[in-house]
């Protein structure tokens, strides 16, 4: 399984969907433009265990804040939201204020809509992120992709209920080790955050799930076989959030 995943932006994308489609039960493709979500869904062939959402990458707003209305409007017809969120390093301060309004206006979307999961980006940016959740308690369920936040914000937005996905590449640096054990367990899912995150120079691919729970149970002093099975639970119960009845029928363990 793969909840954060750029499936679209991998250079020969068609073969990496096939593949995941019959390796993975279930990946999440989150794009980064209203207007990539539109593409891709009418690029690749319909999959029950591939979930594709919207979303506006904060990297990316300078050139994509005119879509905002399009993704406001693709919220309404999905169950699931990404990439989203706020981008606080100095790359990109010039556009925060744009972010902003963006983030907000998504997170208040999806509150009115009765709910709605959230893969969020939240680099250098938790604190805003979090206190932009608070604004709208209804907005549904927060997932922090690739966290690399501080222990406090890490205590902060497990407090407020948001879940973790996690891929190798965290474990590339030494604070992305030790967050990684300090991790809520209940609230972790498998990432690839591929072709961006690399592991080796390599694109992570979306069926890394088994690599991601040895590196977890290293962290948490449990053995590889208990990592995995912590990560399926979890994913069930994130299936479940999502509401894709269709997709939890998969499972894991499904071909
Ligand atoms: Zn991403």
Redesign the pocket.
Known sequence: MDF?C?LDLYPNAREVYKEACRRNSFTWL?TTSPKAFAASSRALVPSSNVLITPGLHPEIVHERAQELDLLLEQITTVPAIG?VGLDGSSRFQATYDVQRRIFSAVVARCECLGGRVLSI?SRQAVKDVLAELNLHPQFGTAVL?WFTGTSSELKAAEAQGCWFSVGPAMFNSNSGRALAAKLPRERVVPES?GP?AKLEGQPVMPWSMDVTAALLADAWGVTSDSAMNILEQNSIRLLKLIQAPQLVKHGPGAP
């Open positions: 954060h750029h989150v990439e980006h992709h955050d961006f």
